[in-house]
């Protein structure tokens, strides 16, 4: 369990245990079932995307468009919503698999074309922002019953905590991915792409389908996050979610997941977002620093875990 | 007995070329089979057009008494016929038991058992007596047992026929002892084994037949044990070894005392995954040749003198002083030019014009604050082009329209634009035409004659006696013989290729 494919992973969680303590020991209340189960709730749509994100980087990929797939998302769901007077559910059904066939175009398009995926979810990036702003310019609010119903869903857990749907959709989705990525073949065939994509097609594995899906289901995932992000704010906006992109790639790096492809796993992306919201909450507990303090904390983290991974690679290499 | 796998009148046209022609080949099973042959010769070809990675123009591969006419490799894999390619095709980042099991893993209820593929990926490589953690990354093993991990996972796909392309290029000895016994218990059980190397010891070693390619056609089918190895090395190079007589080294005596003069050393001189030990002396104004086979080292000798590979120890002195070579133009500005053995992926820069390609080399000596006007370079092209008899209406043609011969005067006539004190010429002759050929030989007797150093590589053996003064033979990279004076004939070189 301590070999070296788990050591990020291991430092990445001594760093959350280590930065949640120092902020029990400062701030009362820190320390509490609520505090860690509002770390969930507040992050399960970046959560999500990101766990999408995780698939494709471990493939030596990379995806740009999920923040506007998540404003996108929202923005279409308030629409047929509120102008068109649609039941929500039914705006779901609808809404889910046009963003999964968002993700599939895009596949096809970097299979297909041999492109940098870099480039065209940058394309896809510029093209899902603009659609949702041609939707709706303005911020779309929504009114709907189901909305409230919805967000009064939870379970009251002791202390005061409140264990709302959107935590509860995340490890749904957390644990359906873990099966995935690690008792399937289309799982095995991710790290085998990320690993070396010519000797994964020489060993038999489906590159084409199995590419094709990776960025499905970070699309899909941004779908869902987006849906969920509409009931934090009860309206959709073609503004929100910039840069949640680069959050999530944060997370996932924070994580353990090499940028290089072929080495990371989907809990360390979990243990990542958790870890920038521990930052974030200390911040907020502390009340004298600026929010911005979080990005100089997740920027000066980032440097830390890129050299790290390439330390590790050094002496990958240097024992072959 | 019939055979498990046959290939009967294989032939396999490229636009222009015939790689192979009316090509047969019988595999028993529980034999070692090797198939050798010069570069060039149509190994990989055939070997392509029975895994099904090459579709073949004519011919019949039978396999188990049916007929199959594979389009992909993995229609071969699943009937039984695996290989294993030159670089191991394996996955460094995924364990060895996913390495082994991918694309057909163990499962339960859908989902894989990885306690299960733990337990058979520990039992197959039992076989290969190999003990080791399979839940480990591939990366933390050495080449050796990756390689072995490689055979394994063709195992593993119940194959008949197991393909082994040049297994042992990256092995040393004990690693290569390993490989041997676990080919020599799969023979035991019935795998038929193609074994492709260009050592030949190890052919003796280890195989009971051989089939030798040359120029895509087959020369022969041997039993190992009854062919010594000269006959064996004839039959690679095509030619026989007899007695040539009418040496022609009757070389002045002046040239011969210019020859004192010496202009490079290299003093016991390693690099790693190269060449061992290698000594050699070059005087001013001679030629000296590189002979040997395939994957000898010869082409590995020119990349250590460019600065191409880093030398792990010895040194290399040039007009008296010694060399610090970390890269090719450490080399350029010693006055050292090499002709590289792949002219097209290491010489020429296609859609450039003649006149650029001269001046390339050039102008990188003089440094880019020193620009060489159209003027000048165009008097330069205008030159050369007439020395060498390169034949085109002007020196503006992209090189890429060119005929090979040309391409390599032109190749020729960049290095000796920056008038080198040694020029290397990695193959100088191979692929291209006989008028062109003997202008180029005779280009180089000239160059010789002028003051300017040598060192030629070829497979020509008669080609290389003829303007050599002095042949190196080298074989499993390092240095053989060295023969000069009344002993310099393809004879004596031939046989010391073949016996060392």
């Known amino acids: ?320 | 007995m019939t055979a498990v796998l046959e290939l009967k009148n294989i032939s396999k046209i490229y636009p222009g070329v015939k790689a192979l022609e009316d090509v047969g080949l019988q595999l028993f099973s529980g034999e070692v089979h090797a198939l050798l042959g010069e570069n060039g010769a149509g190994k990989s070809t055939l070997v392509k057009v029975m895994t099904g990675a090459e579709i073949k123009s004519k011919g019949d591969i039978i396999f188990q008494k049916k007929t199959y006419n594979f389009s992909t490799p993995i229609e071969a894999q699943q009937v039984g016929i695996s290989t294993v390619y030159q670089e191991v095709n394996l996955l460094p980042n995924l364990s060895v038991a996913q390495n082994l099991f991918l694309g057909h893993e163990p499962k339960r209820f859908g989902f894989i058992d990885h306690s299960l593929m733990v337990k058979k990926a520990k039992q197959l490589l039992t076989r290969f007596n190999l003990d080791i953690d399979v839940t480990v990354d591939l990366s933390s093993y050495s080449v050796a047992v990756q390689q072995l991990i490689a055979i394994a996972r063709g195992i593993a796909m119940s194959a008949q026929v197991l393909i082994l392309d040049e297994p042992t290029a990256s092995l040393d000895a004990d690693e290569v002892k390993v490989l041997f016994k676990v080919m020599n218990q799969l023979k035991s059980e019935g795998v038929a084994i193609v074994f492709i190397t260009h050592f030949l010891d190890q052919v003796y070693q280890i195989s009971d037949r051989i089939t030798v390619l040359r120029n895509g056609k087959k020369v022969g089918e041997y039993i190992t044990d009854k062919l010594p190895q000269p006959k064996l090395v004839e039959a690679m190079l095509g030619k026989e070894l007899k007695e040539l007589t009418g040496s022609h080294r009757a070389e002045s005596s002046m040239t011969q005392k210019r020859e004192n003069e010496k202009l490079l050393r290299m003093e016991n001189v390693s690099s790693k995954g190269s060449i061992q030990q290698f000594d050699l002396d070059v005087s001013k104004g001679q030629a000296v040749g590189l002979a040997g086979l395939l994957g000898s080292g010869r082409t590995e000798v020119c990349k250590a003198l460019f600065g191409i590979d880093r030398l792990n120890e010895g040194r290399i002195t040039l007009a008296g002083l010694k060399l610090r070579l970390s890269q090719p133009s450490d080399a350029i500005h010693a006055g050292i030019a090499l002709c590289p053995e792949d002219r097209k992926t290491d010489g020429i820069i296609g859609p450039l014009s003649i006149r650029e390609n001269i001046t390339l080399a050039l102008q990188a000596r003089l440094g880019w604050w020193r620009y060489l006007s159209k003027q000048k370079s165009q008097i330069l092209a205008d030159l050369y082009i007439e020395k060498l008899l390169i034949a085109t209406p002007d020196a503006d043609k992209p090189i890429n329209q060119l005929s090979g011969g040309n391409q390599q005067k032109v190749i020729l006539a960049r290095w000796l634009a920056i008038e080198p004190s040694l020029l290397i010429l990695d193959e100088p002759t191979r692929g291209i035409d006989i008028g062109a050929h003997a202008e180029i030989l005779s280009l180089i007797n000239s160059l010789r004659k002028g003051g300017m150093s040598l060192l030629v590589t070829s497979s020509e053996l008669e080609e290389l006696v003829a303007f050599a003064s002095k042949v190196v033979v080298m074989r499993d990279r390092k240095k053989v013989k060295e023969l000069s004076g009344h002993e310099l004939t393809s004879q004596h070189v031939m046989t010391a290729i073949a016996e060392g």
């Open chain 1, 1 to 320: 369990m301590f070999t070296r494919r788990y050591l990020p992973l291991w430092i990445t969680t001594s760093l959350l245990v280590f930065l949640f303590a120092v902020g029990a020991f400062h701030f009362d209340g820190f320390g509490s079932l609520r505090v860690i189960i509002n770390l969930f709730s507040d992050n399960a749509f970046l959560m999500i995307t990101a766990i999408g994100m995780t698939l494709v980087i471990i493939s030596g990929g990379i995806d740009l468009s999920v923040g506007s797939v998540i404003a996108l998302s929202g923005v279409a769901v308030s629409v047929l919503i509120s102008e068109y007077h649609w039941h929500p559910v039914w705006a779901f059904i609808v809404v889910l698999p046009l963003g999964t066939m968002f993700g599939m175009l895009m596949g096809l398009i970097i299979y297909n074309y041999r492109l940098q995926p870099f480039i065209v979810t940058l394309a896809g990036m510029f093209l899902a922002r603009g659609l949702a702003t041609t939707l709706s310019e303005q911020s779309l609010e929504i009114d709907h019953p189901f909305y409230d119903f919805v967000s009064d869903f939870g379970f009251q857990l002791s202390g005061g905590a409140w264990l709302d749907l959107s935590t509860m959709t995340f490890v749904v989705i957390l644990l359906i991915v873990i099966m995935l990525m690690h008792f399937t073949s289309f799982g095995n065939n991710i790290y085998a792409i990320g690993g070396d994509e010519k000797s994964a097609q020489l060993m038999g594995v489906p590159v084409k389908r199995t590419t094709v899906t990776i960025y499905a289901v970070s699309s899909l995932l941004a779908t869902v996050a987006g849906i969920i992000f509409t009931f934090y704010t009860f309206s959709g906006y073609a503004l929100a979610a910039v840069g949640v992109e680069l959050d999530a790639i944060a997370a996932v790096v924070i994580g353990g997941t090499l940028l290089t492809g072929g080495r990371g796993f989907v809990a360390g992306t979990v243990l990542g977002v958790l870890l920038m919201g521990v930052i974030q909450t200390y911040i907020t507990f502390d009340g004298t620093l600026s929010s911005w303090w979080t990005k100089i904390v997740i920027g000066l983290l980032l440097f830390f875990f890129i050299v790290l991974q390439k330390l590790l690679n050094h002496t990958s290499t240097a024992r072959t």
